[in-house]
C-alpha cells in the first residue's frame, strides 16, 4: 500500500534533501552576496584611484589655465592702454622698416625681450583671416606684444605642465616662449601651420560667438618635438579679434606624469582621451593594442559615458572606468583585463571566496550523501523492525496485536460511517497431525499456502491476520453477511482444491473450518464480540465434519 502524499512529502530522506538544499541555497546566496559587495567594492576602488589621477591632472590643468587666463588678461589690459616708451617707439619704427621683407625677426633689445617673428604684408594676403588694415589698432598690438616678449622670457618650460606659450596675430606676426628654427623656410612653414589649424580658425568670432577655449585633438609638431595637444584662447578687444593665446603640451609629457601619478599600485592602463575620444597620451604604450577598445566598444563607451562624471562599464571581459575631468575637454580612461583584475587585490579576494564556496559546497554535498546513506540504513532498520513488530514471519499477514489494532480503527470507521462489517475466523483441519506426521517444516508450508490463499480472496480494504498457531482471522469492511459467506466459500474451496507436496512421493490436501460473523445481525461492531461469535461458529464448522463454512448459531 502506497504512502500518503503528505506522508510522501515529509518522509525523512526529503527533509534531508530540503534541509541540505537549504544549507546549499543559503550558502550560495551569502556567497553571491560578498560577490556582489567585491564586485562594488573593486569598481569603487578602481574609480578612487582614476579620480585620485584625474584631480592630479586636473590641478595641472587648471594651473595651467589660470595662467594662461593671466596672460590674456595682461594681453588685453595692454591692448586698451598700451604703454608707449621711446623703446616701443623704436620698435615701431623697426617693424615698419622690415614690414614689407618676406619673413622678419624682431628684437626687442640685446639682452631682455623674446624675438618677434612675422611675415610681410604681401604674404599677408594668402591668409583670409588676416589683416593690417588697421594702423592704430597694429601699433598698439605691437606695444601689447612688446610687453609679453618682455614676460616670457621669464617661463620656465621645466617646471611647467606646458612646454610652450606662444601668441599668433591677425596682423601677421607670432610670438612664442621657445625659440624659432633659424631657417626661414621652416619659420614660415610654422606660421602657415599654425594659421590654418582649427585651433586657429575655430576662434573666428563668426564660428565661436562664445568664444570659448578650444582644445585641439594630437598634431604632429613641426619643430619634430612629437605628438602635441594645444590650448587656445581667443584674444579680443573693443568687439575686435586681434588674434590667438595659446599653450602646447607635448602627448609625451603627459603620458610622463600619468606613469608619476601612477607610483601607487594601479592594475590596467590608463589613457587620456579627447572629447570624440581620440586618444592623446596612455600610460603604457607597449601594451596600447591589448587594450585598445574597437569602434563599436568606443561608440557604446561613448553613449555610455554621455553627460556622467565618471562611470564603468565591462567588454569581453575588460573592465572600463573613465572620470570625466573639469579643466580638460576629454576624460580619463582606466582599461585592465580579466588576467590583471585575477591578480590584483580583488582578484585574489574573488579567487578565494569561489574556492572558499566550492569547498563548502564539496562539505555539505559529502555530508548530504553521507547522512542520507545513514538515514537510509535507519529508514530500513525501523521497516524492518517494524514488520516484525506487526506481521508474523512466515504467514506475512499481521500477527495478533497488529491485526486487532488495525480491526479496531477499521470498526470504528464502518460504525461512523454505517457501513456492515464482518469478520472470518478460520482454522486449519487436522493441522497437529501434520506437524506430528510430517514434521513442522510440513506444517509451515501448509502456514504459508494457507496464507497466500486467504491473501489471494481479499480486497485491497481487506484485512487477515494470524491469531494463533493454525488460526487466522479475516476483517471485511463494507461487507454484508451474505457477501462474506461467499469470500469465506471461495477460500474454504481454494484451499481443498490444492495438494501440497510434503515428501519425495507424497501429497497433502490442506482444508480449514470457518465461522463467520456480522455487525448486521449482532448490532454491534466490538471485533473482539465480532470474533468470538466468528469463533463459535468456527467450532460448529468441525462438528458439521470440517472443511465447511458456518454462517448461523
Same mark, same amino acid.
Given at each position: 500500500m502506497s504512502?500518503?502524499t503528505?506522508? $510522501?512529502?515529509f518522509?525523512p530522506?526529503n %527533509?534531508?534533501h530540503?534541509?541540505?538544499?537549504?544549507?546549499?541555497l543559503?550558502?550560495?546566496?551569502?556567497?553571491?552576496?560578498?560577490?556582489?559587495?567585491?564586485k562594488?567594492t573593486?569598481e569603487?576602488?578602481?574609480l578612487?584611484?582614476?579620480?585620485?589621477?584625474?584631480?592630479?591632472?586636473?590641478?595641472q590643468? =587648471?594651473h595651467?589655465?589660470?595662467?594662461l587666463?593671466?596672460?590674456?588678461?595682461?594681453?588685453?589690459?595692454?591692448? /586698451?592702454?598700451?604703454l %608707449?616708451?621711446?623703446?616701443?617707439?623704436?620698435?615701431?619704427q623697426?617693424?615698419?622698416?622690415?614690414?614689407h621683407t618676406?619673413?622678419w625677426?624682431?628684437s626687442p633689445?640685446?639682452t631682455r625681450?623674446?624675438?618677434?617673428?612675422?611675415?610681410?604684408?604681401?604674404l599677408?594676403t @594668402?591668409?583670409?583671416?588676416?589683416?593690417r588694415?588697421? !594702423?592704430r589698432r597694429?601699433? +598698439?598690438e605691437?606695444n601689447?606684444?612688446?610687453e609679453?616678449s618682455q614676460?616670457l622670457?621669464?617661463?620656465?618650460?621645466e617646471?611647467?605642465?606646458?612646454?610652450r606659450?606662444?601668441? %599668433?596675430s591677425?596682423?601677421?606676426?607670432?610670438l612664442s616662449?621657445?625659440l624659432p628654427?633659424?631657417?626661414?623656410n621652416h619659420?614660415?612653414?610654422?606660421?602657415?601651420?599654425v594659421a590654418?589649424?582649427p585651433?586657429?580658425?575655430?576662434?573666428?568670432p563668426?564660428v565661436?560667438?562664445?568664444r570659448?577655449?578650444?582644445?585641439?585633438?594630437?598634431?604632429? !609638431?613641426?619643430?619634430?618635438?612629437?605628438?602635441v595637444?594645444?590650448v587656445a584662447?581667443?584674444?579680443d578687444?573693443?568687439?575686435?579679434?586681434y588674434?590667438?593665446l595659446a599653450?602646447?603640451?607635448?602627448?609625451q609629457?603627459i603620458k610622463?606624469?600619468?606613469?608619476?601619478s601612477?607610483s601607487?599600485?594601479q592594475?590596467?592602463g *590608463?589613457?587620456?582621451?579627447?572629447? =570624440?575620444f581620440?586618444?592623446?597620451?596612455? !600610460? +603604457?604604450?607597449?601594451q596600447?593594442?591589448e587594450?585598445?577598445l574597437h569602434k563599436?566598444?568606443?561608440a557604446?563607451l561613448?553613449?555610455q559615458?554621455?553627460?556622467?562624471h565618471?562611470?564603468?562599464?565591462?567588454?569581453d571581459?575588460r573592465?572600463?572606468?573613465?572620470? @570625466?575631468?573639469?579643466?580638460?575637454?576629454?576624460?580619463?580612461?582606466?582599461v =585592465?583585463?580579466? $588576467?590583471e583584475?585575477?591578480?590584483?587585490d580583488s582578484?585574489r579576494?574573488?579567487?578565494v571566496?569561489l574556492l572558499?564556496w566550492l569547498?563548502?559546497?564539496?562539505v555539505v554535498?559529502?555530508?548530504? &550523501?553521507?547522512?542520507i546513506r545513514?538515514t537510509g540504513s535507519l529508514?530500513?532498520?525501523q521497516?524492518?523492525l517494524s514488520?516484525?513488530a506487526?506481521y508474523d514471519?512466515?504467514t506475512?499477514?499481521?500477527?495478533?496485536?497488529a491485526f486487532?489494532?488495525r480491526?479496531e480503527?477499521?470498526?470504528a470507521l464502518?460504525h461512523?460511517q454505517?457501513?456492515?462489517l464482518?469478520?472470518?475466523q478460520?482454522?486449519l483441519d487436522h493441522f497437529? !497431525?501434520v506437524?506430528?506426521?510430517?514434521g513442522h517444516h510440513?506444517?509451515?508450508?501448509?502456514?504459508?499456502h494457507?496464507?497466500s490463499v486467504? /491473501? &489471494?480472496?481479499?480486497?485491497?480494504?481487506?484485512?487477515? /491476520? @494470524?491469531?494463533g498457531g493454525e488460526?487466522?482471522?479475516i476483517?471485511?469492511?463494507a461487507?454484508r453477511? +451474505?457477501?462474506?459467506v461467499? *469470500?469465506?466459500e471461495r477460500?474454504?474451496?481454494?484451499?481443498?482444491?490444492k495438494?501440497?507436496?510434503?515428501?519425495?512421493?507424497q501429497?497433502?490436501?490442506?482444508t480449514a473450518?470457518? /465461522?463467520?460473523s456480522s455487525?448486521e445481525?449482532?448490532g454491534e461492531?466490538?471485533v473482539?464480540n465480532?470474533?468470538s *461469535?466468528?469463533?463459535?461458529r468456527?467450532y460448529l464448522a468441525?462438528?458439521?465434519g470440517?472443511?465447511?463454512?458456518?454462517?448461523?448459531?
Amino acid at each position: 500500500m502506497s504512502l500518503p502524499t503528505e506522508s $510522501r512529502f515529509f518522509h525523512p530522506k526529503n %527533509i534531508v534533501h530540503l534541509c541540505f538544499a537549504l544549507v546549499f541555497l543559503f550558502l550560495t546566496l551569502l556567497t553571491w552576496h560578498e560577490a556582489i559587495v567585491l564586485k562594488r567594492t573593486y569598481e569603487s576602488n578602481q574609480l578612487a584611484r582614476l579620480s585620485a589621477v584625474a584631480n592630479n591632472l586636473d590641478n595641472q590643468w =587648471q594651473h595651467n589655465l589660470d595662467e594662461l587666463a593671466f596672460f590674456h588678461s595682461m594681453l588685453e589690459h595692454s591692448l /586698451g592702454d598700451p604703454l %608707449i616708451t621711446d623703446k616701443s617707439t623704436a620698435f615701431l619704427q623697426q617693424f615698419e622698416h622690415v614690414r614689407h621683407t618676406p619673413l622678419w625677426h624682431l628684437s626687442p633689445s640685446e639682452t631682455r625681450g623674446i624675438p618677434i617673428n612675422g611675415i610681410s604684408d604681401e604674404l599677408l594676403t @594668402r591668409f583670409p583671416l588676416f589683416s593690417r588694415s588697421d !594702423s592704430r589698432r597694429l601699433a +598698439d598690438e605691437l606695444n601689447a606684444v612688446l610687453e609679453m616678449s618682455q614676460i616670457l622670457q621669464f617661463n620656465q618650460p621645466e617646471r611647467d605642465f606646458h612646454y610652450r606659450f606662444w601668441y %599668433i596675430s591677425r596682423a601677421g606676426f607670432y610670438l612664442s616662449s621657445t625659440l624659432p628654427d633659424a631657417s626661414s623656410n621652416h619659420s614660415l612653414e610654422n606660421f602657415s601651420g599654425v594659421a590654418q589649424r582649427p585651433y586657429f580658425v575655430d576662434l573666428d568670432p563668426k564660428v565661436n560667438p562664445q568664444r570659448k577655449i578650444l582644445w585641439s585633438d594630437p598634431y604632429d !609638431s613641426m619643430d619634430n618635438e612629437g605628438k602635441v595637444v594645444t590650448v587656445a584662447r581667443p584674444v579680443d578687444r573693443d568687439g575686435y579679434w586681434y588674434g590667438v593665446l595659446a599653450m602646447d603640451f607635448s602627448t609625451q609629457q603627459i603620458k610622463q606624469y600619468l606613469q608619476q601619478s601612477l607610483s601607487t599600485r594601479q592594475e590596467g592602463g *590608463v589613457m587620456l582621451v579627447g572629447h =570624440q575620444f581620440n586618444l592623446i597620451a596612455w !600610460s +603604457d604604450g607597449s601594451q596600447l593594442e591589448e587594450y585598445r577598445l574597437h569602434k563599436a566598444q568606443l561608440a557604446q563607451l561613448t553613449e555610455q559615458a554621455a553627460g556622467t562624471h565618471s562611470g564603468t562599464m565591462r567588454f569581453d571581459g575588460r573592465f572600463v572606468s573613465w572620470v @570625466r575631468l573639469q579643466y580638460f575637454d576629454g576624460m580619463l580612461v582606466n582599461v =585592465q583585463t580579466l $588576467r590583471e583584475g585575477l591578480l590584483g587585490d580583488s582578484g585574489r579576494v574573488g579567487l578565494v571566496l569561489l574556492l572558499t564556496w566550492l569547498m563548502f559546497s564539496i562539505v555539505v554535498l559529502v555530508s548530504h &550523501q553521507t547522512i542520507i546513506r545513514m538515514t537510509g540504513s535507519l529508514l530500513n532498520l525501523q521497516e524492518k523492525l517494524s514488520w516484525r513488530a506487526n506481521y508474523d514471519g512466515l504467514t506475512r499477514l499481521f500477527n495478533r496485536t497488529a491485526f486487532f489494532d488495525r480491526a479496531e480503527k477499521l470498526a470504528a470507521l464502518n460504525h461512523r460511517q454505517q457501513q456492515p462489517l464482518s469478520v472470518i475466523q478460520l482454522d486449519l483441519d487436522h493441522f497437529k !497431525s501434520v506437524n506430528d506426521s510430517w514434521g513442522h517444516h510440513a506444517g509451515d508450508r501448509v502456514l504459508a499456502h494457507a496464507a497466500s490463499v486467504i /491473501g &489471494q480472496a481479499l480486497r485491497k480494504t481487506d484485512i487477515a /491476520g @494470524r491469531v494463533g498457531g493454525e488460526e487466522f482471522c479475516i476483517l471485511l469492511p463494507a461487507t454484508r453477511l +451474505d457477501e462474506a459467506v461467499l *469470500v469465506a466459500e471461495r477460500i474454504r474451496r481454494k484451499l481443498a482444491a490444492k495438494e501440497l507436496l510434503v515428501g519425495k512421493h507424497q501429497t497433502l490436501k490442506v482444508t480449514a473450518s470457518l /465461522g463467520v460473523s456480522s455487525s448486521e445481525e449482532q448490532g454491534e461492531y466490538q471485533v473482539d464480540n465480532l470474533q468470538s *461469535v466468528a469463533d463459535r461458529r468456527l467450532y460448529l464448522a468441525k462438528q458439521d465434519g470440517r472443511n465447511c463454512v458456518r454462517h448461523r448459531d
